[in-house]
Structure formats: C-alpha cells, structure tokens
C-alpha cells in the first residue's frame, strides 16, 4: 500500500477531503518523534507502542578480518504491536 491508497481509503471511510488527510499524514510522524523524543513513548491504541531505547556500547567484531571493534552506545525508536493488532495479523 502507497501514501496515496492510504490517503484514498482514509477519505472515502471519514468523508474528508483528501488534502486534509495528507496534512493530517504528513504531521503524524513528527508528532510521534516529539513524543517519543520528549516523553520517551507514545502508545496508539489498537496498534502498537513507539519507545525510546537506549543500547550501551559493546564490543563487536568485524565479520571480514575478525578484528575486536568498538560499537558505541546509541538511542533507536522501537516498535511493539498490540496484541490485537498481532492477532488480526496472524488470521490473514
């Protein structure tokens, strides 16, 4: 599915006009990175929770000469689906 199917589908299911839901499409993820960001999670009802995660540095190697390398610490937005969501999945 497109930007454009999910914009179509939104406006023929809410009976708003297109370009108001590709406003409303083109603010959400920065929402959702100012939330994440600020409070650390943002829960969707009946889709999932994005949270802030932070991985410590470590050691790793690399996988051509075998060489010890120092992978250093970063934060990364995870994704965890709702339950229901899952389960809907699974019956497709």
């Not at 000469?65 to 019956?91: T, Y």
């Amino acid at each position: 599915m497109t930007r454009e199917d999910m914009v179509a589908k939104l406006a023929e299911g809410t009976g708003i006009m297109k370009k108001d839901i590709q406003k409303i499409l083109d603010l959400l993820p920065g929402i959702i990175r100012d939330e994440v960001g600020n409070s650390g999670s943002v829960r969707y009802s009946g889709l999932g929770t994005f949270s802030l995660v932070k991985r410590e540095a470590r050691q790793g190697r690399n996988p051509r000469s075998g060489e010890p390398i120092s992978i250093p610490a970063k934060m990364f937005v995870k994704f965890k689906p709702h339950s229901n969501f899952l389960q809907d999945l699974r019956k497709i």
